[in-house]
């Protein structure tokens, strides 16, 4: 795809990455712009991960944090608050979702945060400036994953710690994977398909779903732990406002109420007075930068 030089914002103090070209026009566009319009429903639609994130990453007062492919930074400035004395950086390639990010924190009035945007594949982090790396979701979109946890590693005090979950491979056995698939195959029907960009982030998404991957992209730390887990996501407060959301991500798609109620009835199963939720499964990963 060729990408087309943008006028920097004030807050774009860096080149584009090159290594990830495709990866940084997909979150400038439509589909970074739709992810900070909806922060909050993204949001608690991984919220389930947060207690397991942070148990793991055991982050102390004093701690310098780094949080990869942070988005809004809802979870930079829980990191933030746990660093207490010490500090969190989020980083992100998405111009849309760092504006937000920067707005949330000083609505909350949270101090020790920062955001930078940059691929963390290639970006100029300070050597041993940190002593946390996490990620929520944030880690599966490099063109090399390798050199971006080396790069990441490099980051890492000897001895930091690196915690992040991405997804397990989709299965039908799976509630969220079997619900998805038949909402997709409703909508493949009315012949209202994903963008392009939409198919191409969907598919990053899953390039970490092999723990052979994992291990091997974590070739340059120690102690990786590759762990399954079982989450419930948040996908709305009853299925009409579910299948809202789920169409407010192909905006373009004439789908006629009888697709809606079809689709209304795929997530019935999954309502209840919390809202709907479904099974999903991801993998939880730990590992250390070697002392």
């Known amino acids: 795809m060729t990408t087309h030089a943008r006028p920097k914002s004030r807050y774009d103090t860096r080149p584009a990455s090159l290594p990830n070209a495709r990866q ?20 608690a639609m991984s919220g389930d991960l947060n207690d397991h994130l942070f148990a793991a990453a055991a982050i102390g007062d004093g701690d310098r944090v780094l949080d990869i492919g942070c988005g809004a930074g809802t979870v930079t400035r829980i990191a933030a608050r746990l660093a207490g004395g010490g500090r969190a950086v989020g980083v992100d390639i998405s111009e849309p979702l760092l504006a937000r990010a920067r707005a949330r924190t000083a609505a909350e009035g949270v101090p020790n945060v920062s955001y930078e945007r940059g691929d963390a594949q290639t970006h100029p982090f300070p050597a041993g400036g940190y002593d946390v790396a996490i990620s929520r979701g944030g880690v599966m979109f490099f063109a090399d994953h390798a050199a971006a946890f080396g790069n990441i590693a490099r980051a890492l005090r000897p001895g930091g710690r690196l915690v992040f979950a991405c997804p397990q491979p989709a299965s039908p056995d799976i509630e969220e ?28 998404m899953a390039s970490l779903s092999d723990p052979r991957t994992i291990r091997a992209a974590l070739a340059a730390y120690t102690d990786v732990d590759v762990t399954a887990l ?6 709305g407060k009853d299925p009409s406002d579910a299948v809202g959301f789920l169409l407010s991500r192909t905006p373009d798609a004439a789908v006629p109420r009888v697709t809606r109620k079809a689709m209304e009835d795929v997530l019935s199963p999954y309502a209840g007075g919390r809202g709907v939720r479904m099974k999903a499964r991801v993998w939880l990963v730990t590992a250390a930068r070697p002392s």
């Open 230 to 235: 079982t989450i419930e996501t948040y996908w």
């Open 177 to 204: 994977s079997r619900a998805l698939g038949t909402l997709a195959s409703l909508l493949g029907a009315q012949g209202a398909t994903a963008s392009p960009e939409s198919a191409d982030a969907r598919a990053a």
């Open 24 to 43: 940084e026009a997909i979150w400038n566009g439509p589909v970074g712009r739709h992810w900070a319009e909806q922060q909050d429903r993204y949001d």
